[in-house]
């Protein structure tokens, strides 16, 4: 079915107009993925109309690549500033800025880039190889996976509490407890909305990550020692080529993290602000003596990295080959192709497959231009990090609000990110977990519509359902060993016990 | 202009009478100026650039289909035509903005409003003060009829009859999957549900079409409630198979495919509308620019045609017949009262 074809269509996705298509989306991606409030998926809408007089393969490719190169742009502010540019770079605030903290942000960045390209040419290629058999498997999961997968991401807050599991189960009920807000799809009752009509809508994502990451960290900037930096260093070292040993060390949390992204790709909905935790919560799990995980520990950084991006290709299959979105960036991908006269499904692959397998290799060219451009980019941003906190901070609380309203065009959204900024500053200073928030803020509703759409599916019997399906035993596997490993007893941390009592944070 | 008139006074108390003669005459100058501008900008309205306010977030169905139309909406208007999401509560953020516009001062702004969506100000739950004469409806955009869905190949289900025995013989064991309680396609599911005796399905609730289609691709789901203009695809793919269109006629692209009151003789018509709304108030003239643009703008052939390849049915409507389809929706809701009945 695959052959000498496919690889025809690589010299389409080459040609001039196909290849400046390719550098502006990835160029606009980064930048919009680099600035909190502003996602890819609004990216990609708004490049929509400038595609219109595209030819379909060319407009198409500028999307794709666009949406490549947002996921992979969120990391920077996430490394550099903790401010995380998207949901799906949270996690890398934790061991990314520790590190930029410790003077090694170029380190960071450059092991970023890394797992990122590679995590989206890796996931570039299944797209393109494999993209038929996989969509039947994505059509497997139903509400029992649905929500076994949403309990299993939550096992990774106990991982990521560092130290307090109890301040960080804590964090993770106050995330599920807000996920409630918001009309009950079930019932059409608004649940702990005070008559205030942003609340119907639910407790937004993004309001939340500014406030608890970047917003926090704004405040957390402004205090102390105005003239210092970021980073403590004076000068960048600027190397961005990854050394052997430096991969050779983080080998197995890279295809962990590779492996994660690549998987949950395929879920439709599940994406990358998941992958990204259940990545780390498994590197935290397989720490070693000697491991700094909270403080900066590279591999972790490798794992979330690896994941977002590993997610990218993968989560195109089930829009390319059966027209479902799998999250809001496929949706858009999906409408514009729609716009030009293709549809999406079995038969799009028959009638244009010079169409769909140009886009593909499309999507796989701009992972590696991503890369170069991100040179460039990562490098002006990196800058950053010299500059005094006194002008950090400020211009991080400045980004956060303007950033949210840009996203939104709601005041009340701002207001929330400010009260989620004021949370995150104090939970930090009192060694709770915000990473445990937002997790059960992403997390509850896919957990609560699992576990209802599950008990209707199931006429009321969910447990001798779920013993019928393998897929739903395979992760109901996965859970046990997760919460085994979170909690097993681990003789090395005996001896740290002094560090794990100080906030991360404060400990320079 | 004020600025001009507090020169004047100030020459006339401090400087003498050839300062003031001075403020005197810029405070002229500025009058003429802007008497000059005023006249321009009656010639010319709109004066500058018009929102169109989308009250759902970035991608989604009704986000696609205003940035499809507001390059021929500018074209018309000959002003830049800027999309802004305000996304929250349903659409409701949007909407009480709107109801609140201010005739003068909003006079570059126009509004979409889903139907039924809006409708929800129906229900006694949300406490919702407005009505739907809260907002000054201009023009329909675009009416997506509802349908029933199966999977194809499934070979219990040949017909809606079929489905419909199906159903009554095995009470709660039918699952479909349908968007949101008070969205178009719950509206159709609880008529038929409280019109056709004996009719009780199960529901699994989405707030994507993504979610539905794979549920019942997937076969976790017995039938899916959609859109024509969304699912006629997924038939075309072999993936889906229609049972029936909840409209008044059959749907010219399902053309097989029998309405919902063809085959039980209940009249169940639901559809995903959207419509435009201007401030209340708003000056009649204005109001003239904008209808006769949008009506212009939504004739343009190369429009429709990339309307047609979205599957998104343009049906254009203004004035009696817009209000009449409005009150035929509003009476629907009342007569179905999705609120009593999921509890």
């Given amino acids: ?508 | 202009m004020s600025k001009a008139k507090s020169m004047g006074g100030k020459g006339r108390g401090g400087f003498g009478r050839r300062k003031f003669l001075a403020g005197a005459g810029a405070v002229a100058g500025a009058a003429t100026f802007t008497t000059a501008a005023r006249v321009a900008k009656a010639a010319k309205f709109p004066s500058g650039p018009v929102q169109l306010v989308v009250p759902f977030g970035t991608g989604g169905g009704s986000d696609r289909a205003m940035r499809l139309f507001a390059p021929y909406l500018a074209k018309e208007l000959g002003q830049p035509v800027n999309v802004i999401n305000i996304a929250g509560g349903g659409g409701w953020k949007a909407w009480s903005q709107m109801a609140q516009w201010d005739p003068e001062k909003d006079d570059h702004i126009i509004g979409t409003i889903n139907l039924p969506h809006v409708l929800s100000l129906l229900d006694p739950r949300m406490k919702r003060t407005e009505t739907l004469e809260s907002f000054n409806f201009i023009a329909w955009h675009s009416l997506d009829p509802c349908i029933w869905a199966v999977r194809e190949g499934d070979e219990r289900f040949q017909s809606l009859r079929a489905f419909i025995d199906h159903a009554k013989a095995n009470p709660n064991r039918i699952v479909m999957s349908t968007t949101a309680v008070g969205s178009d396609d719950h509206m159709g599911i609880a008529f038929a549900e409280k019109f056709v005796d004996g009719f009780k399905v199960q529901k699994v609730y989405a707030n994507n079409d993504g979610k539905k289609i794979q549920e019942v691709i997937g076969g976790h789901t017995d039938a899916v409630g959609g859109n024509v203009g969304y699912y006629v695809p997924y038939m075309l793919d072999r993936k889906l198979r229609a049972i029936c269109v909840l409209s008044a006629d059959r749907s010219p692209n399902l053309p097989t495919v029998p309405t919902f009151e063809e085959v039980t003789g209940k009249k169940n018509i639901s559809f995903a509308g959207r419509t435009f709304a201007l401030a209340n108030g708003i000056a009649a003239e204005k109001q003239a620019v904008y209808l006769n643009a949008i009506k212009t703008a939504m004739a343009n052939p190369e429009y429709a045609l990339k309307e047609a390849a979205n599957r998104n049915p343009l049906v254009f409507r203004e004035g009696d017949e817009l209000w009449k389809a409005l009150r035929e929706s509003e009476k629907l809701v009342n007569a179905v009262k999705f609120w009593e009945l999921e509890q």
């Avoid at chain 1, 295809?255 to 935790?277: H, K, N």
């Fill in chain 1, 1 to 508: 079915m695959f052959g000498e074809d496919v690889l025809g269509y690589l010299f389409n996705a080459v040609s001039p107009d196909n290849f400046l298509a390719m550098l502006l989306g990835v160029v606009i991606g980064l930048v919009i993925g680099a600035i909190p409030g502003l996602s890819p998926p609004m990216a990609i809408a708004l490049l929509i109309p400038v595609s219109f007089n595209m030819a379909p393969d060319t407009a198409l490719i500028l999307l794709v690549s666009c949406f490549a190169a947002g996921i992979y742009g969120g990391s920077f502010s996430a490394i550099l500033l903790r401010a995380p540019g998207t949901s799906a770079s949270a996690a890398s605030t934790i061991e990314g800025y520790e590190m930029t903290k410790r003077g090694k942000a170029i380190q960071a960045i450059r092991i970023s880039t890394f797992a990122s390209v590679v995590g989206g040419l890796i996931s570039g290629f299944v797209l393109l190889l494999l993209a038929p058999p996989l969509a039947v498997v994505s059509l497997l999961f139903g509400p029992s996976e649905y929500f076994l997968v949403a309990i299993l991401g939550l096992t990774a807050i106990a991982s990521v509490a560092f130290g307090s599991v109890l301040k960080g189960l804590l964090s993770g009920l106050l995330g599920l407890f807000l996920s409630t807000f918001g009309i009950d799809a079930y019932s059409g009752f608004p649940r702990y909305t005070f008559d205030m009509i942003t609340l119907e809508s639910g407790i937004g994502i993004m309001p939340a990550i500014i406030g608890l990451f970047a917003f926090a960290q704004g405040m957390e900037l402004s205090e102390g020692e105005a003239k210092t930096n970021i980073s403590g260093e004076k000068s960048l070292s600027w190397n961005i080529w990854p050394r052997p040993s430096e991969i050779f060390y983080v080998r197995w949390s890279l295809i962990r993290g590779w492996a994660t992204g690549l998987v949950m790709g395929i879920i439709p909905a599940a994406g990358g602000s998941i992958a990204q935790w259940i990545a780390y919560a498994w590197e935290i799990r397989r720490a070693k003596p000697g491991d700094r995980f909270g403080k900066g520990e590279i591999k972790g950084l490798a794992a979330t990295e690896g994941s977002n991006n590993g997610v990218t290709g993968t989560s195109l299959i089930p829009m390319f080959v059966l027209g479902i979105p799998g999250g809001i960036s496929a949706a858009v991908i999906l409408g514009a192709l729609m716009i030009h006269g293709l549809q999406p499904g079995t038969q799009l692959f028959k009638n244009n497959p010079e169409v769909v397998y140009t886009i593909m290799w499309g999507f796989i060219i701009a992972n590696v231009m991503m890369g170069f451009v991100a040179v460039f980019l990562a490098r002006a941003m990196a800058y950053l990090t010299l500059f005094p906190r006194g002008i950090i901070g400020p211009l991080i609380i400045i980004f956060s609000i303007i950033g949210t309203y840009a996203g939104t065009n709601n005041v009340d959204d701002v207001w929330m990110m400010i009260a989620f900024g004021v949370l995150g500053y104090f939970m930090v200073k009192h060694n709770y977990s915000p990473a445990g928030v937002l997790l059960g803020l992403i997390l509850g509703p896919i957990a609560e519509n699992g576990l209802r759409d599950m008990l209707v599916v199931s006429y009321g019997s969910p447990v001798s359902f779920i013993l019928t399906r393998p897929i739903s035993i395979a992760i109901l596997v996965l859970i046990v060993l997760a919460l085994y490993f979170s909690f097993r007893p681990k003789p090395w941390e005996q001896t740290e016990t002094e560090d794990v009592k100080e906030p991360p944070r404060l400990d320079d």
